[in-house]
């Protein structure tokens, strides 16, 4: 089954962070050849570090005279607080990424005109919109990524739970207090495993669940947005109670890492709210786990049932600050990665990523959450990712006050009530 086309409603409202580092003299000791170009790639997705290291090594090997250096900031740091810094100091990578319309805007002066690139002709219907201006096509997107509740087959089978009927906030609710009173016999030591240490989780990927129908799904009208009305506010507190209330504790010190590799991958918990990007890190830690009892289930939103964010969550940018050589270097790479086949195989069954162009043949989707999502999208069961175009970094923000709710120095209406005057003082 090849990847054909998704159409461009779906994917605008799914599209879901002064000198360049090289220069001829600076780099030359370091490379060991002068006539070498260093082209470093400075990303927030930790998740493929390694996998991506070892397609970079393919491709100088194709490419000798090229020196490709991964960065990868995330897992706990601040991505796009490096990225500033590092642009500040003047220490700016070749090539970068910038999630949505916000960022684009943001690093608007430094984004090269993408429109001639290979990729750029093959991305998926919709999926250059959110980063096209004047036709400049400024990002390619990595992938497509969609998140929900990830949970413990194996755990739910053992407490006679069906995943796929929980439905309604009201289903979800009654399983967690289920497996709650199942803690000891099947030996988890919570339900939940809540990182509201990372203000990201709550205040970007859960309020988007939220907040998207107030923008009929689609971020371009998030971006547009002079306000913010909290319509499904009540909905957003009660699955942050929910998920507190029976998470591993305290949650304010539980950070992704401890979500992901600790609790979850050794199966002391039964749900986590995540996404596919998780997979490598639980194969990682326990293969059999990964490939056999992970699934992934819809948070549960009233009007929106048996649907979950499917969208694109970061594109590559190419900094124009750099020589013309180099330039058109990063941007030969970057089409390497997703029209070669080296680089399709790397990008399907490597980085475990479900493909946002045309050429990959989606039966070999290497792991069961990405396939679940494939899924969901190809049969249109999908809502947006409106986070991206949250004005400036609005979505810590809100992850910020929630963890204020949580300690109890914020009540929930002083949240939403701080939470939009802050959205409407960022739009002035």
């Not at 897992?75 to 490096?82: K, L, P, R, T």
């Not at 997107?141 to 009927?165: M, W």
């Amino acid at each position: 089954m090849k990847v054909k086309k998704l159409g461009t409603s779906l994917l605008i409202s799914t599209a879901l962070l002064a000198g360049c580092s090289f220069s001829s003299g600076e780099d030359d000791s370091a490379s060991g050849s002068e006539d070498e170009l260093t082209i470093e790639v400075f990303q927030g997705k930790v998740e493929f570090k390694d996998q991506f290291e070892e397609l970079a090594d393919k491709y100088e090997e194709e490419n000798p005279g090229v020196n490709i250096k991964i960065t990868a900031v995330g897992g706990g740091s601040d991505y796009a607080g490096s990225l500033k810094t590092k642009f500040a100091s003047g220490d700016e990578p070749e090539i970068f990424s910038i999630a949505g319309p916000t960022e684009a805007q943001n690093y608007d002066q430094y984004l090269t005109d993408l429109s001639d690139t290979k990729a750029a002709e093959a991305a998926l219907d919709g999926t250059l919109e959110p980063v096209t201006k004047e036709e400049k096509v400024r990002g390619l997107p990595f992938n497509q990524e969609g998140y929900g509740l990830i949970y413990n087959k194996r755990i739910f089978e053992e407490a006679g739970i069906d995943a796929g009927s929980l439905k309604s906030y009201e289903d979800l609710e009654k399983a967690v207090q289920e497996l709650d009173s199942q803690k000891e016999e099947l030996g988890i030591e919570a339900v939940f495993a809540f990182p509201a240490k990372e203000k990201w989780v709550p205040g970007n990927h859960l309020s988007n669940v939220y907040l998207a129908p107030e923008f009929d799904q689609k971020v371009l009208e998030a971006f547009n947005a002079e306000s913010v009305a909290f319509d499904k506010g009540d909905e957003f507190k009660r699955m942050i109670d929910l998920q507190n209330e029976y998470s591993i504790q305290p949650t304010l010190s539980l950070d992704y890492s401890q979500q992901v590799e600790q609790y979850f991958s050794l199966q002391e918990v039964a749900i986590i709210q995540q996404g596919n990007w998780i997979y490598p890190s639980v194969l990682q830690m326990d293969e059999e786990f990964a490939q056999e009892n992970m699934g992934i289930m819809p948070i549960p939103v009233e009007g929106s049932e048996g649907k979950i964010p499917v969208g694109i969550p970061n594109y590559w940018a190419v900094n124009n600050n750099s020589d013309e050589e180099v330039i058109q270097a990063s941007k030969d790479f970057l089409d390497w990665m997703y029209t070669s086949e080296t680089g399709k195989e790397a990008v399907l069954k490597d980085f475990k990523f479900i493909p946002a162009y045309e050429g990959f043949d989606t039966a070999e989707i290497s792991d069961p959450l990405s396939k679940e999502i494939y899924e969901y999208s190809s049969e249109g069961n999908t809502t947006g990712w409106v986070f991206l175009g949250y004005p400036g970094t609005w979505g810590d923000y809100v992850g910020g006050n929630v963890q204020k709710y949580i300690s109890g120095e914020m009540t929930w209406d002083e949240l939403e009530e701080d939470s939009i005057k802050e959205w409407e003082s960022n739009r002035k």
